[in-house]
């Protein structure tokens, strides 16, 4: 049995080095980014970080100077308000899609796959000429519609598979007990459907939190930014000041949230892809 392990280790060596290598120097970087964004200028380019002290002034000047509390807060509610309109409008079409057999179906799941292909650059002019003419430039509200529009046909594509593999049963039951359509989604296919329903949601947690370009053609007013273009005015502002110790702290801020939700919830994207991938 010794022998069997040891032998199965040495197999695997050779693919765990390279893994363990990346990782190691993975920590090593973000570990070096979080001190430089606690030290001065000056410690950071005579590589002594934190050689004058723990500076959290660099954190707070961000918020108290920059109104990076505001940017923060725009994203907040853009992502949040993206992942719910997402969810409510990918759902009930994937459901449909996957469950219901009409005439057309192969047409719209084909366009609902093409939309996934159509480059984000080849629809921002009519979209954004779309705006204008509704006088909604420089809103909120076009952002959280952008996003919803452009990341519904992949919330499809990624929700159908999960819908046509839940049992007819679950349906059956429910007619069998009154329900009508409409309250079987709601009460039985949704909550069957989670494993899908949350791993969509960090994806477009992830996504739109981290969002650049149609946030900078969108978002063109101050006081409608997000924190990614928050970062992009101070990154500037500050290298031009040679405040360095402020760059990554505005670093920092941007991707903690990303970070952590990836880390508390790896575990359920993992298994709402395992899921997905067997039952599709």
């Given at each position: 049995?010794?022998?069997?392990?040891?032998?199965?280790?040495?197999?695997?060596?050779?693919?765990?080095?390279?893994?363990?290598?990346?990782?190691?120097?993975?920590?090593?970087?973000?570990?070096?980014?979080?001190?430089?964004?606690?030290?001065?200028?000056?410690?950071?380019?005579?590589?002594?970080?934190?050689?004058?002290?723990?500076?959290?002034?660099?954190?707070?000047g961000l918020f108290k100077d920059q109104g990076m509390g505001r940017y923060f807060a725009n994203s907040v509610v853009y992502t949040v308000v993206s992942c719910i309109g997402i969810i409510a409008v990918a759902a009930p079409a994937a459901y449909i899609l996957g469950r219901a057999r009409f005439r057309g179906r192969a047409l719209a799941s084909t366009m609902f796959m093409s939309a996934?292909?159509?480059?984000?650059?080849?629809?921002?002019?009519?979209?954004?000429?779309?705006f204008v003419a509704l006088k909604l430039t420089g809103s909120v509200v076009t952002l959280v519609i952008v996003y919803i529009c452009t990341n519904v046909p992949f919330g499809v594509f990624f929700l159908t598979g999960f819908f046509s593999s839940i049992p007819k049963e679950f349906e059956e039951s429910a007619a069998m007990d009154g329900c009508g359509p409409i309250r079987t989604f709601v009460s039985i296919i949704l909550p069957v459907a989670q494993?899908?329903?949350?791993?969509?949601?960090?994806?477009?947690?992830?996504?739109?939190?981290?969002?650049?370009?149609?946030?900078?053609?969108?978002?063109?007013?101050s006081s409608a930014r997000t924190l990614a273009l928050s970062l992009q005015s101070i990154v500037y502002g500050f290298a031009n000041t040679g405040n360095y110790g402020g760059i990554f702290a505005a670093c920092m801020v941007v991707f903690l949230p990303s970070f952590a939700v990836y880390l508390f919830v790896s575990k359920r994207i993992i298994a709402g892809l395992t899921v997905g991938a067997v039952k599709g």
């Amino acid at each position: 049995m010794r022998s069997r392990t040891a032998k199965r280790i040495g197999s695997l060596l050779p693919a765990y080095i390279p893994l363990y290598a990346w990782l190691i120097f993975t920590i090593i970087l973000f570990g070096w980014v979080i001190l430089a964004s606690l030290s001065t200028t000056r410690d950071i380019f005579t590589n002594s970080l934190l050689g004058s002290g723990i500076h959290w002034s660099n954190y707070s000047g961000l918020f108290k100077d920059q109104g990076m509390g505001r940017y923060f807060a725009n994203s907040v509610v853009y992502t949040v308000v993206s992942c719910i309109g997402i969810i409510a409008v990918a759902a009930p079409a994937a459901y449909i899609l996957g469950r219901a057999r009409f005439r057309g179906r192969a047409l719209a799941s084909t366009m609902f796959m093409s939309a996934l292909a159509i480059p984000s650059i080849l629809i921002t002019i009519p979209l954004f000429s779309v705006f204008v003419a509704l006088k909604l430039t420089g809103s909120v509200v076009t952002l959280v519609i952008v996003y919803i529009c452009t990341n519904v046909p992949f919330g499809v594509f990624f929700l159908t598979g999960f819908f046509s593999s839940i049992p007819k049963e679950f349906e059956e039951s429910a007619a069998m007990d009154g329900c009508g359509p409409i309250r079987t989604f709601v009460s039985i296919i949704l909550p069957v459907a989670q494993p899908g329903i949350v791993t969509l949601s960090i994806f477009n947690f992830l996504g739109v939190w981290n969002e650049y370009f149609y946030a900078l053609i969108f978002a063109n007013d101050s006081s409608a930014r997000t924190l990614a273009l928050s970062l992009q005015s101070i990154v500037y502002g500050f290298a031009n000041t040679g405040n360095y110790g402020g760059i990554f702290a505005a670093c920092m801020v941007v991707f903690l949230p990303s970070f952590a939700v990836y880390l508390f919830v790896s575990k359920r994207i993992i298994a709402g892809l395992t899921v997905g991938a067997v039952k599709g």
